[in-house]
């Protein structure tokens, strides 16, 4: 029970320690990038693109020619500590994206299952009856290449949620492993009723 107690102390003090971290790091901003803070909104321009975000009042944007620094009133107050670490976080992540796009793979597998562009959708034939159309937003773009669909954006949290939303169109099952799966995911293979009942 004492240990469990010491886990728990240890675990907030590193999540205090991991959101400080966070929020203190400068932010670079690169040639060719340019920001502005105008009503809480939070902009962001570069050569991919551009991209947007409302700020809570409660965070500060300290805004120079060349970086950016992130900034809260209370810093011991545990809500105002972890949207510290999480802005800051996203401000990096806008400022990157623009500059060099974001990228996941998604791997698909299954006999007579496929991938194909249709305009700027992916269409999906994953052992439905009809094909599955996925609406691309407009600041993601994919392109498919034999059974891996490469989806790119500057956003990344737009791209990580899109992504998710493909996989979950069909997920891969862990029998045979047909499904849609990200290319660096390990799908754990569990035996069927045969092969188990063959070992036994």
Known sequence: MVWAVKLSVRSINFNREHMSRVG???IKIPAGVTVELKDNKFSVKGPK?????VIDPRIKL???ATEITVDVA???EKRERSLWGT???HVKNMVEGVVKVYQKKLEINGVGYKAAMQGKDVKLDVG???PVVYKMPESVTAVVEKNVLTLESPNKELLG???SEIRAVRKPEPYKGKGIKYLEEVIRRK???TAAKTAA
Do not use: F, M, P, W
């Not at 693109?49 to 975000?53: A, D, T, V, W």
């Open 191 to 193: 035996a069927g009723k």
């Open 24 to 26: 203190k790091q400068i």
């Open 62 to 64: 300290n805004i120079t």
């Open 87 to 89: 802005y800051a976080a």
């Open 74 to 76: 209370h810093k011991d």
């Open 161 to 163: 949620q899109v992504a």
């Open 128 to 130: 439905y009856t009809h």
């Open 49 to 53: 693109g551009s991209l947007e975000r």
